[in-house]
């Protein structure tokens, strides 16, 4: 059974750091790029970060440039993401999703954390 279930989220105050996880299970997680998702009330979901399956290459939203951090850990079948200097504008439910590379066009999505910015 494939499963994806992050964790982390939680309140912070604007400037805080939060790091969200995304451990993966019931698929070859080395074969899947992964990627980080948001969607805030009434709008679009929309992609924060992804990342290549060995991790050599990241790119980013240009909202979390310079602030974001995506990484992985194979071993771990795990996905993080840091959060540094977060905004208010961050308040947002974050989903994590395992995306095949071609021939294999296989996506899995998880429950997704909430993540709420403010004083």
């Known amino acids: 059974q494939v499963q994806l279930e992050e964790s982390g989220g939680g309140l912070v105050q604007p400037g805080g750091s939060l790091r969200l996880s995304c451990a993966a299970s019931?698929?070859?997680?080395?074969?899947?790029?992964m990627g980080w998702y948001r969607q805030a009330p009434g709008k679009e979901r929309e992609l924060v970060a992804h990342?290549?399956?060995?991790?050599?290459?990241?790119n980013y939203a240009d909202s979390v440039k310079g602030r974001f951090t995506i990484s992985r850990d194979n071993a771990k079948n795990t996905v993080y993401l840091q959060m540094r200097s977060l905004k208010p504008e961050d308040t947002a439910v974050y989903y994590c999703?395992?995306?095949?590379?071609?021939?294999?066009?296989?996506?899995?999505w998880g429950q997704g954390t909430q993540v709420t910015v403010s004083s």
């Open positions: 999703k395992a995306q095949g590379v071609v021939p294999n066009s296989a996506q899995y």
């Open positions: 990342i290549t399956r060995t991790g050599t290459s990241t």
């Open positions: 019931g698929f070859t997680f080395r074969n899947y790029a």
